[in-house]
Nanobody, 125 residues
Framework: QVQLVESGGGSVQSGGSLRLSCAAS????????VAWFRQIAGKERVGIAA???????EYAESLAGRFIISRDNAKSMLFLQMNNLKSEDTAMYFC???????????????????WGQGIQVTVSS
């Protein structure tokens, strides 16, 4: 099992940047495929970026180029660099992990077993 805790959220002005971190404890993070999801108030949680155990990346098409996912297995950390933030990026952000995720499930909520508690990102225009 793995426990996940997000940090780095907060408030930022439109056009700014934030870097979210997700610290994993328990099993080594290297054993897990990981991803970032976000949930806008009143809407479902959606996948935005994923990286599997082989380093294969996948992004939601609408966010590719602004958001960058990375992992540091030695430190059991997952990161999400968010650039050129927009007001529509305001949401709760969650990191997630699973031992194995099928290619077609990398950005699907149902593909992941372990979740952080989430962290708020607010972008003001």
């Amino acid at each position: 099992q793995v426990q996940l805790v997000e940090s780095g959220g907060g408030s930022v002005q439109s056009g700014g940047s934030l870097r979210l971190s997700c610290a994993a404890s328990g099993d080594p993070l290297s054993r897990y495929a990981v991803a970032w999801f976000r949930q806008i108030a009143g809407k479902e949680r959606v996948g935005i970026a994923a990286i599997d155990t082989d380093g294969v990346l996948e992004y939601a098409e609408s966010l590719a180029g602004r958001f960058i996912i990375s992992r540091d297995n030695a430190k059991s950390m997952l990161f999400l660099q968010m650039n050129n933030l927009k007001s529509e990026d305001t949401a709760m952000y969650f990191c997630a992990a699973v031992g194995y995720v099928a290619r077609w499930s990398r950005l699907k909520e149902s593909g992941y077993m372990y979740w952080g508690q989430g962290i708020q990102v607010t972008v003001s225009s």
